[in-house]
């Protein structure tokens, strides 16, 4: 090993909300710390979140954690893992306060309170009337709370680096802890070992497995391939959220905040079609049933089409000019620059598009790495720690709804930080580890002919796009998986046409779809494993949801294999939620 | 960052700029409207004008605001402009100098010098 | 039939590790124009199919991460919100200017978000922390409206002469836009301190007030009008 070296107590990998708020609770508390970032932190893709963060404060109307804790497990058609998801909607109220005293601007009600207002899947009275949960700043909440975390984080003086990238984990000699990170700086080409007490993984998404995407570009699910070639599992891949209201043709965001402030969707011939899907919520029903409804209404003609793109319409024009330049300002941009739309006069062109990750690297609710042999065992990955988007805690089980990830990162972010504020010692790093991680790096270095990526990234974008989108079976995903093997293959002789030093962003790219190949293959190894229909992942062949043989997680192991394991049905100061037909 | 001494001159040179400023048009207009006033002007109006104490007093704070207004300018391009210490501190010296010249010649015309 | 158009690029290279000059690459891009091309779309066709060596950031392509501001035929903007139909057909691209450049497009804006950091842009309340929000008032947060939607994008501050020639110590549009946003909130209760920190004679006045960074703002922000707030609160404490 002949690269340079430091030691830090922990080293926290992305600097999202998650990295972010882990970050300042141990900033606090004194540690020694290292802020990995491969872009500078306020473009990290929290910056995207728009219609707002979920909690019970009953700003607007009563409310309950609880209620929110019945939504949550619904919402995950009861995948999610029950005592997790009570822990988020219980500490919901206080980061949300927190996040307020840190200075974030939320919009206000006359009483000065936080806004709130109402997102899909909410109810009152376990399942009553809709419910008012989710705390907004206009529509640019994730934003405001990126700023608002990295404002707090230079205050706290946390050491950052930014613009550095992590290559891969380092196990330590015994092979039963995570030691450290081998970095890459992205702007000298400098390589450094850091060892640490322990690491966290806070790399977010990675929606660019999929052709069209709400996601950023930098949305490459780093964290997931590092964990998996660290041995560590996968969780829940086939897992994955078609939003809605993607811009149709661009994939931008439109914040289910429009239909929260009395937006709906209409087909080409004028229908409100959600009244059939979901009689009662309508148009906030959740994210994966009004994304079928949509992809349905197109596949039987009644949607719109322009240029090739089919999409319908998101009507919000009658909420009047003054609610949306003064609630939906953000959308309103968006939807002029990338639709040529001004939704004050005309509805938006929206598709279901491919948003969140509800799946990812398993983790209990301090945000420790768990890992799982074949006999089903869970194992506490000593000195690893996962959060936010990457980590499956699972508080989304099968279907996230809107406006609980933000509260995801915050809530996690803390207790992640929480946890870590007692010190563990620093484990014995394998060097074969690094040495390997180096070999890699250079043989990529020195590949003159082979593969171009270009055309790597572009395949497997479509092939997840053709055969592992809104609707799945058995036939078409098999098919997707003969191309994705031979994808992955192809990578293996990829070549790096650029060997710069300096600001090289072809050998991130490649780094980067290295992880991406990962992603895409746990979801599709997944996905045709779990031969039933359950919250976002919906199969022909199986329409329902089977909780006899199916109510387990699903998890994806190196070898491409794939175990299961139980999901926590056991809360702890609540009833369980028995799972129930999934009504809206 | 860089070596920024904490004190209230922005603040001041801000307000005498504008003040200098608001000063220097109020005394250009009120000299015009004497001009236009006097329809047949001759040095024997002028002198008499300049000769009244008032108005020596005016026309003294006149070039006073003149010359601050004028040297807080010209040090704000010298900071933008001229980064060699050396060239700066020079061309401070150079204008500085011009300034006292220009008070002490200005009090000689105003008041003379017997 | 998709209709074709050529666009033609003049693009700013330099990399330290191999070129020994600074100079103009040319590329020529076909493109069909039914198609709601972004500059920043271009760039990345170009980087993938002509050249995998031209270097830029970008992340969100939405306009809200601010990782792809440059200056687009001489105006600093987002490529990602440039539509390329709003350019004419040959397109100079080069770095924000007045900054360091670290390769091509890519520049070092390490004393942009010093800068920054140096307003001290986070809440300060030195009250006992509620249990609850602190309570502040539809008007009250209006008033942070056309401030916390700043971006950081680096547009304006490198757009503005007053930062070219006192990049260490005049703070520019961008810190000065947030220093204003605590100054004007309602909860933030350390305005006399903030004014003072910001009393001497570049930190703000070096404002001469030409506007260059309301005419760039991606975000239509007005960091001038701020600016102008804070000279006027500090006359105010006197």
């Given at each position: 090993m002949n690269i340079a070296n430091d030691s830090f107590d922990v080293v926290i990998i992305g600097a999202g909300g998650a990295g972010m708020r882990t970050a300042l609770q141990l900033s606090q508390s004194g540690q020694n710390i290292a802020l990995i970032s491969k872009v500078f932190p306020t473009r990290s893709h929290t910056v995207s979140a728009q219609g707002g963060i979920t909690a019970a404060l009953g700003n607007i109307d009563s409310d309950d954690w609880r209620w929110h804790m019945y939504d949550t497990v619904k919402g995950s058609d009861y995948l999610g893992d029950q005592d997790a998801i009570e822990y988020m909607c219980k500490n919901g109220p206080e980061v949300v306060y927190e996040l307020e005293h840190m200075g974030l601007p939320f919009s206000r009600n006359d009483d000065g309170t936080i806004y709130q207002r109402p997102f899909g899947g909410q109810s009152k009275n376990y399942g009553k009337e809709q419910a008012t949960r989710t705390c907004a700043a206009a529509d640019r909440t994730g934003h405001a709370l990126l700023h608002t975390l990295y404002q707090q984080i230079l205050r706290a003086g946390t050491k950052v680096f930014s613009e550095w990238y992590a290559i891969d984990l380092v196990s330590s000699i015994d092979k039963d802890s995570i030691s450290g990170v081998v970095l890459l700086s992205i702007e000298t080409g400098e390589l450094l070992f850091a060892k640490a007490r322990a690491i966290v993984l806070a790399t977010g998404g990675a929606g660019n497995i999929y052709q069209s995407t709400t996601n950023a570009l930098i949305n490459t699910g780093d964290g997931l391939g590092m964990a998996l070639r660290a041995n560590c599992v996968l969780q829940d891949m086939e897992m994955w959220q078609f939003h809605p209201t993607g811009i149709a043709g661009a994939g931008m965001l439109v914040t289910e905040g429009c239909r929260g402030e009395g937006g709906y969707l209409l087909n080409k011939d004028g229908v409100r079609f959600m009244e059939h899907y979901a009689p009662s919520v309508k148009d906030l029903a959740s994210r994966d049933v009004v994304s079928r409804a949509i992809a349905i209404e197109i596949r039987e003609g009644r949607g719109f089409e322009l240029n090739g793109v089919q999409y319908v319409d998101l009507k919000i024009d009658h909420l009047g000019e003054e609610t949306i330049k003064k609630r939906l300002p953000g959308i309103r941009e968006l939807s002029i620059q990338f639709a040529h739309v001004d939704p004050v006069e005309k509805a938006i062109p929206v598709v279901p598009t491919c948003h969140y990750s509800m799946g990812g690297i398993p983790t209990n609710f301090h945000g420790q790495v768990i890992k799982t042999d074949r006999n089903n065992k869970d194992k506490i990955v000593n000195g690893l720690y996962a959060v936010g988007e990457c980590a499956c805690v699972s508080v989304h089980g099968a279907n996230r709804l809107g406006g609980n990830s933000l509260l995801d990162l915050v809530v996690f972010g803390r207790a992640t930080g929480m946890h870590l504020e007692k010190k563990s010692e620093y484990t014995t790093p394998d060097l074969a580890d690094v040495d390997k991680i180096l070999d890699f790096y250079h043989k990529l270095e020195s590949n003159k002919t082979g593969e171009n990526y270009v055309d790597i990234r572009h395949s497997m974008q479509k092939t997840m796009q053709d055969h592992f989108g809104v609707f799945r079976t058995q036939e078409s995903m098999q098919e997707g998986l003969v191309s994705l093997g031979e994808l992955r293959d192809r990578l293996e002789h990829v070549v790096l046409k650029d060997t710069s030093k300096i600001f090289n962003t072809n050998r991130i790219t490649i780094l980067e779809l290295r992880n991406l190949m990962v992603a895409a293959c746990a979801t599709a190894y997944s996905a045709i494993e779990r031969k039933e229909s359950r919250g976002a992942h919906s199969r022909e062949d199986y329409p329902d949801r089977d909780d006899n043989n199916w109510l387990k997680h699903t998890i994806y192991h190196l070898d491409d294999l794939i175990s299961y394991r139980n999901v926590n049905m056991?809360?702890?100061?609540i009833d369980t939620f028995i799972p129930k037909e999934r009504v809206y | 960052m860089g070596s920024i001494v904490k004190s209230n001159r922005g603040y001041i040179e801000f307000v005498i700029q504008r003040l200098s400023a608001i000063y220097m048009a109020l005394y250009v207009l009120a000299i015009l409207t004497v001009i236009f006033i006097n329809k047949d002007l001759d040095f024997e109006i002028i002198q008499d004008l300049f000769s009244l104490m008032p108005v020596r007093i005016l026309t003294f704070f006149f070039i006073v605001s003149i010359l601050s207004h004028g040297w807080i300018g010209m040090w704000i391009i010298a900071t933008d402009y001229i980064n060699n210490a050396f060239l700066r501190n020079l061309y401070f010296v150079l204008v500085m100098g011009m300034i006292l010249f220009y008070l002490v010649w200005s009090i000689e015309v105003i008041w003379g010098f017997e | 039939m998709a209709k074709v158009n050529k666009l033609e690029f003049s693009i700013y290279r330099y990399n330290p590790d191999d070129d020994k000059s600074v100079y103009m690459q040319d590329y020529t891009l076909e493109f069909d124009i039914e198609q709601n091309l972004m500059l920043l779309g271009a760039l990345e066709r170009i980087k993938d199919e002509l050249d995998p060596t031209l270097s830029f950031r970008r992340s969100c392509r939405e306009g809200v991460c601010g990782s792809d501001a440059m200056n687009i035929n001489g105006k600093n903007g987002l490529a990602c919100i440039t539509p390329i139909s709003s350019l004419p057909r040959k397109i100079a691209i080069r770095p924000l200017p007045g900054l360091p450049v670290v390769r091509d497009l890519v520049v070092d804006l390490e004393i942009f978000y010093k800068q920054y950091a140096r307003v001290k842009p986070y809440l300060i309340n030195r009250q006992p922390t509620p249990k609850k929000e602190r309570l502040q008032s539809p008007e009250d947060r209006k008033k942070l409206n056309g401030h916390y939607e700043c971006i950081l994008c680096g547009a304006c501050t490198t757009a503005c002469p007053s930062f070219w020639w006192n990049p260490d110590k005049f703070v520019g549009p961008a810190g000065l836009l947030q220093a204003n946003r605590f100054i004007v909130d309602s909860r933030d209760d350390a305005e006399l301190e903030r004014l003072q920190d910001l009393q001497d004679p570049f930190s703000v006045f070096r404002c001469r007030t030409i506007m260059n960074c309301v005419e760039v703002c991606p975000k239509k922000l007005n960091p001038t009008k701020a600016i102008n707030n804070i000279k006027k609160e500090m006359l105010k404490i006197k």
């Open positions: 056991s809360p702890k100061s | - | -």
